[in-house]
Every structure is written in structure tokens, then in C-alpha cells.
């Protein structure tokens, strides 16, 4: 299992500003990932971050808009940038402890308990 | 990844043995199926995930007939805890641990 701690747990911010969010993992994890819900709905899938690599991101965003950083293997930030009411949303990291290889079966990804995001 | 549809809620009672349906018509060899609980407030948690006919765990069972088009979670005598958003994510995770959520059901106990 892995524990993951986010900061902030929430935050209240003005439109045009911008707001990083960070994701801790209790130990070493290859594969990060950030998602966006927004109230009463499915996650959605922001991006993929890979320690050394540049983030992947899904259909809809962009590194200007979210830009994710992943200096080692235990961390991550998330950036909302120049943020706008529709922004407003809660942003949760996971990540998947368990490395893949042959015969191994994942699936399963461990969450943080989200940054819920206000933008007046 | 394929598509999963569920029923978008669920009512039930405390004691009762509940059921969700997840059709996954578009299912590929190499994937699993996968099911989450979600609390308010809280990011989802695994509870179960299978193949094929049936796997079994503390909390739940998971349900697969042979055409792997279609799972069912069940939960055994469910309590007001049991009150959540229960996920349906169908892929082939042996190659990808990034997992597509889709609308989910969202299952009401009461007492």
C-alpha cells in the first residue's frame, strides 16, 4: 500500500491566480498520476507523471495550464494556472506501488484525499 | 479501454445483499475489471478486480460470466457505511496502471 499525503486539503483562490498543489508518497513509486473531480462527478484523468520524464497529458489538457513537476520518486505538484471559476474542482493524486512485469497484474492505484479548489 | 455502463444510483437496506451491474461489451482479451469505492470527500479506494467467472474477497465478490462482457460487484449484506460511489474500470492494467473512471453508481443504504 502507500500512503499519500496533499497540500493543501483546500484553498479559496481569486480568478487569474495560480495555485500549485503537492502530492507525498510515503515511499517509492515509479508512476504518479493526477486527477480532477468535480462536484457530484467521475474523475477525470489529467495527466501521467513519471520521475525524469515529462508528464503525459490527457485529451483537453495542457502543460501550460497544468503544469506538473516530478523531481523524484516520492514527490509531485500540480499547478493550476491563471485559474478561472470553472477551475474550481477537487484535484487528487495517486499512485500505482506496484511495479508491472510479466505475470503481474495491477489496477490498482492508491489516492490521495484530494485538494479541494475554490475560484472566486 | 472499454467503455463500462452502470445504473447511475442504487437504493438498498441494511442487511440486504446488493448487486451492481457493469456492461463492458467492447471488452478486450488482456483486460481486467476493475472495481472502486468511493467515500465523500475521500479519493477512491480498490476493493476488487477479476478475469474471468468468480474472485472473492473480504469485502466483496466480483462476478464474471464466460462472455466477459458484463461484471457484477456484490456486496453481502451492506450497512449504512457501505453508502458510496462504486466504479466499474475495465483494461488491460498488465500493461498500464492508468485507470479511466466512467459515471460510477452511486448506492444508497438505508437503515
Known amino acids: 500500500s502507500a500512503v499519500i499525503s496533499q497540500k493543501p486539503s483546500r484553498d479559496i483562490c481569486q480568478r487569474g491566480t495560480s495555485l500549485t498543489i503537492q502530492c507525498q508518497v510515503d515511499?517509492?513509486?515509479?508512476?504518479m498520476f493526477w486527477y480532477r473531480q468535480q462536484p457530484g462527478q467521475s474523475l477525470t484523468l489529467i495527466a501521467t507523471a513519471n520521475q525524469g520524464s515529462e508528464a503525459t497529458y490527457e485529451s483537453g489538457f495542457v502543460i501550460d495550464k497544468f503544469p506538473i513537476s516530478r523531481p523524484n520518486l516520492t514527490f509531485s505538484t500540480l499547478t493550476v494556472s491563471n485559474m478561472s471559476p470553472e477551475d474550481s474542482s477537487i484535484y487528487l493524486c495517486?499512485?500505482?506501488?506496484?511495479?508491472?512485469?510479466?505475470?503481474?497484474?495491477?489496477?490498482?492505484?492508491?489516492f490521495g484525499e484530494g485538494s479541494r479548489l475554490t475560484v472566486l | 479501454l472499454a467503455k463500462t455502463t452502470q445504473p447511475i444510483s442504487m437504493d438498498s437496506y441494511e442487511g440486504q445483499e446488493v448487486n451492481i451491474t457493469c456492461s463492458h461489451n467492447n471488452i478486450a482479451t488482456n483486460d481486467y475489471i476493475t472495481w472502486y469505492q468511493q467515500f465523500p470527500s475521500q479519493g477512491p479506494r480498490f476493493i476488487i478486480q477479476?478475469?474471468?467467472t468468480k474472485v472473492t474477497n473480504e469485502v466483496a465478490s466480483l462476478f464474471i460470466p464466460a462472455d466477459r462482457k458484463s461484471s457484477t460487484l456484490s456486496l453481502p449484506r451492506v450497512s449504512l457505511s457501505d453508502t458510496a460511489v462504486y466504479y466499474c474500470l475495465v483494461g488491460d492494467f498488465a500493461n498500464t496502471d492508468k485507470l479511466i473512471f466512467g459515471t460510477g453508481t452511486r448506492l444508497q443504504v438505508f437503515p
Open positions: 515511499s517509492q513509486v515509479t508512476m
Open positions: 495517486s499512485v500505482a506501488p506496484r511495479s508491472q512485469g510479466a505475470g503481474t497484474v495491477t489496477g490498482e492505484l492508491f
Open positions: 477479476g478475469y474471468k
